[in-house]
């Protein structure tokens, strides 16, 4: 698919169209796939974040935030819980927090692979070289890092550099590759200032880089942040702003898996909170084939809220598991077993 064909999908309306873009997409993900739904359990591990990100609600700039971080004795009993669960993979997650260090984790993630056969992927932002390259050694398998945007301009602006320090995530994705991570990045949808233009190269960088596990959701404003107060100011001219609908959303994991057969699209939380419905099962019919159950202690769950109202706030890992595998087997699909690690890699090799 060239650009303007990703474009014309993107703008297209046509419910008949789509529903062949729903079909197409679902065919591409079973063939290339297949029926399972991996799970990885989330462990939203910290809040404390040196970060200004307009757009997330614990941005070193919002005093309101409650900050927390989980002990190692914590996130250990999250791991079994996961392994219990029968989950293949665990998420450790955090805001921007240099009170985890490269040993603190190291020895986590060396107790839970001690313990476990667990995959383990961290998402905890823009770390220190040092530090990706220590955690690669202890046993770290995935790294998860959003590039949110592939407009520099816009990225710059919604995602202010810490002092003194270049953000460049592409270039990170690249790095982390290179020390053998698995590599995860992925966008929002529907950001104050975004362009169908800008969500059209997105996808098109999907590919160009090799990711091999791409996550897309709505943009949802939180009231604490400076997008989430101005972005009727910040939005791009009519007809060329990309709305933050569930529908939009969807468009793009569809067009993104038909562009990278091979690859894992979970069906994301965001997806999840905007329509609660049928969010999740609408990711999942339309190209996707993760899901990634909250295992945060129920206390800390409302302190990590990067937007409001966040699907499984209200719930204990328990029921978020059960919700979720509920779901997925009443579509007739299968819950994977084992990692689920990228076919990206495996079936290029
Ligand atoms: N500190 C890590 C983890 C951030 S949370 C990092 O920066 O990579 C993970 C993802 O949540 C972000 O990459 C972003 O895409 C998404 N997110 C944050 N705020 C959001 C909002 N208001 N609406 C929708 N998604 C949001």
């Not at 297949?34 to 609600?57: F, Q, W």
């Not at 020895?107 to 476990?116: A, F, G, L, S």
């Not at 569930?246 to 909170?273: G, Y």
């Not at 019919?285 to 706030?313: F, H, Q, V």
Request: proline residues 4%; charged residues 30%; negative net charge.
């Amino acid at each position: 698919m060239n650009k303007q064909e990703i474009l014309d999908w993107l703008k297209t309306e046509d419910a008949d169209k789509l529903e062949k873009l729903w079909t197409t997409a679902d065919s591409v993900r079973r063939e290339n796939v297949g029926d399972a739904v991996h799970l990885r359990g989330l462990v939203e591990i910290s809040n404390i974040c040196v970060r200004n990100c307009g757009y997330c609600g614990i941005r070193a700039g919002n005093p309101g935030v409650q900050r927390y971080r989980m002990t190692a004795d914590e996130i250990l009993d999250c791991a079994r819980l996961a392994v219990g669960f029968g989950y293949g993979t665990l998420v450790l997650q955090a805001g921007e927090d240099y009170g985890i260090t490269a040993d603190w984790l190291s020895m986590i993630i060396q107790r839970i692979k001690n313990e476990t056969s667990l995959a383990i992927t961290l998402s905890l932002g823009e770390r220190d070289d040092a530090d990706l390259v220590a955690w690669k050694r202890a046993g770290a398998d995935r790294y998860l890092l959003r590039f949110e945007t592939s407009n520099k301009e816009l990225y710059d602006r919604i995602h202010p550099p810490l002092q003194g320090r270049d953000s460049d995530r592409f270039q990170i994705l690249r790095r982390l590759r290179e020390i053998g991570y698995e590599v995860g990045s992925g966008i929002m949808v529907g950001i104050p200032g975004q362009t169908y233009d800008d969500l059209a190269d997105d996808i098109l960088a999907f590919r160009e880089y090799e990711i091999d596990m791409i996550g897309i959701g709505p943009y949802i404003p939180h009231p604490e942040t400076p997008l989430g107060r101005e972005e009727d100011r910040l939005n791009a001219p009519e007809g060329e702003q990309v709305p933050a609908t569930e529908l939009m959303t969807c468009k793009v994991v569809a067009l993104t898996r038909i562009q990278c057969p091979l690859i894992n699209i979970p069906s994301t939380t965001a997806l999840a909170t905007i329509n609660r419905a049928e969010g999740r099962e609408h990711g999942l019919s339309r190209g996707a084939n993760i899901c990634m159950p909250n295992l945060t202690p129920r206390k800390y769950r409302e302190l990590y809220e990067i937007y409001p109202a966040k699907a499984s706030c209200d719930e204990n890992a328990d029921e978020s598991n059960a919700r979720i595998q509920a779901r997925i087997r009443a579509m007739g699909r299968t819950i994977g077993t084992g990692r689920g690690d990228s076919l990206n890699k495996t079936k290029a090799a």
